[in-house]
């Protein structure tokens, strides 16, 4: 608030030094390259000190001597140059600052969608590994079962061959003995 008003004080002497000394070319064309910093909206809050620093500068021109004129010229001109840089480093501060922000911003989003995109792979590799699980669970049923089936299938037919078996171990001994009748009938009907 001070710095705004002792700026306005000091235009407010450089515009009637100006007016009081003539027309000063030099000074009038210093003083609109700091008013154009001051109206150009990027630049009109920027470098506030070295915009003041120049308006003193003027100022000290406004009122300077003959003999003095000269160096009051110079530095008047080098204060506005730097007001200028100053004000023009600010801003680009400013906009290097902005893209900074967005650069930022830009890599948090990137960021975001490649955690989706890890977590949406991760999700998909697990429901395929479930997939193989679940395919790997049905060919051990699978397996188990054909193996029980194969097993029953054995043990049915181990019983019907031992069945079997038996059966022929019993035609064979009443064949034997069949045999051995006969032969005995045999011997009775031999004379």
């Known amino acids: ?25 030099d000074a009038a064309a210093l003083q609109q390259r700091l008013q154009a910093i001051d109206a150009d909206a990027g630049t009109a809050g920027a470098a506030a000190y070295e915009r003041l620093q120049a308006r003193q500068a003027l100022a000290a021109l406004a009122t300077a001597r003959s003999s003095q004129r000269a160096s009051a010229l110079q530095i008047a001109q080098w204060r506005v ?11 680009a501060r400013r906009g290097l600052g902005e ?9 948090v989003e990137a960021s975001q969608q490649d955690a989706v995109r890890a977590r949406q792979e991760a999700e998909r ?43 022929l171990r019993a035609a064979r001994q009443r064949e034997a003995e069949l045999k051995r009748r006969e032969a005995e009938l045999l011997k009775s009907l031999e004379p």
């Open 125 to 167: 590799l697990r429901i395929q590994a479930q997939i193989q699980a679940e395919e790997a669970a049905r060919l051990r049923l699978a397996a188990e079962e054909e193996l029980a089936a194969r097993q029953q299938a054995e043990t049915v037919l181990q019983g019907v061959a031992s069945g079997e078996a038996a059966k």
């Open 99 to 107: 893209l900074e922000r967005e650069r930022a911003q830009l890599l």
């Open 1 to 25: 608030m001070r710095l705004s008003i002792l700026t306005l004080a000091l235009t407010m002497v450089v515009s009637t030094a100006w007016a009081q000394s003539g027309n000063d070319i």
């Open 81 to 91: 140059e730097t007001a200028e840089v100053a004000a023009q480093t600010e801003v």
